[in-house]
């Protein structure tokens, strides 16, 4: 069989790395998590003391850091120089500064060149904000996955209480809105459906759905 790439793009918090986790296992191809990455630079960066504005420092840090993905039992697991930041890259702090590290121009060139050579060999889920657009725009399969703000916030919210983790609704919508806004008005790469992309509306929409829509189309092709 044919292997193929799957490229899902979405705003904050649509469920993205969910479903294309489980798409990954369905197909056995490989999982990666773009936001794990920008998030592993703008963690790194500020234990460093960097200005996140400051786009050659940072593109200094980025460009003596190494990053791996791979599978865990519960999701995908970064590896930052060596050391599993996997639970660190979720802090409140990393999630409200990310979006100002990801605007940088040498900073996405760098990421996406990266994402592109774990992409190489074929049979891959990726999800970010410009997968289907910038980083596998020949992937066979686009999709982008939308919910209302409400909805995503709400979602993130029972996850956080699930863990034990302290939540707050009317936070975690302005938050959420905000990440939104910063991404989809950047200059380089914003957060935009590639014309090609197939929207899925996740709102009234369980997992499980979600992923037979992707399964179904992704089938189609392979
Ligand atoms: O997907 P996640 O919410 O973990 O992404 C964190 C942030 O990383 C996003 O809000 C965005 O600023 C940035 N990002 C990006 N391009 C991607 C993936 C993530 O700019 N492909």
Not at 55 to 64: A, G, Q, R
Not at 104 to 121: D, G, I, N, P, Y
Not at 206 to 220: K, R, T
Request: glycine share 4%.
């Amino acid at each position: 069989t044919n292997k193929i790439s799957i490229a899902i793009d979405g705003p904050a918090a649509a469920g993205k790395s969910t479903v294309a986790k489980i798409v990954a296992e369905k197909l056995s191809y490989i999982y990666i998590d773009t936001g794990a990455m920008y998030r592993a630079l703008t963690y790194k960066a500020i234990t460093n003391h960097c200005s996140l504005e400051d786009e050659l420092e940072l593109m200094k840090i980025l460009n003596d850091t190494s990053m791996e993905l791979l599978p865990g039992e519960l999701g995908q697991l970064i590896y930052l120089d060596g050391q599993n930041v996997t639970n660190e890259i979720r802090s409140s702090e990393v999630t409200n500064s990310v979006s100002i590290v990801a605007k940088h121009k040498l900073v996405r060139e760098e990421m996406v060149s990266r994402q592109q050579s774990f992409a190489k060999t074929g049979g891959v889920v990726m999800d970010g904000r410009d997968i289907g657009t910038h980083v596998l725009p020949e992937a066979e399969v686009k999709v982008f996955l939308l919910a209302s703000v409400e909805e995503r916030a709400v979602r993130r919210h029972n996850e956080n209480i699930q863990k034990g983790f302290p939540s707050d609704l009317e936070k975690l919508i302005e938050e959420i809105a905000l990440r939104d806004k910063l991404d989809s008005e950047r200059e380089v790469a914003p957060l935009k459906k590639a014309e090609d992309a197939i929207e899925i509306d996740t709102t009234s929409l369980s997992i499980e759905q979600v992923v037979d829509e992707i399964m179904n189309l992704a089938n189609e092709r392979i």
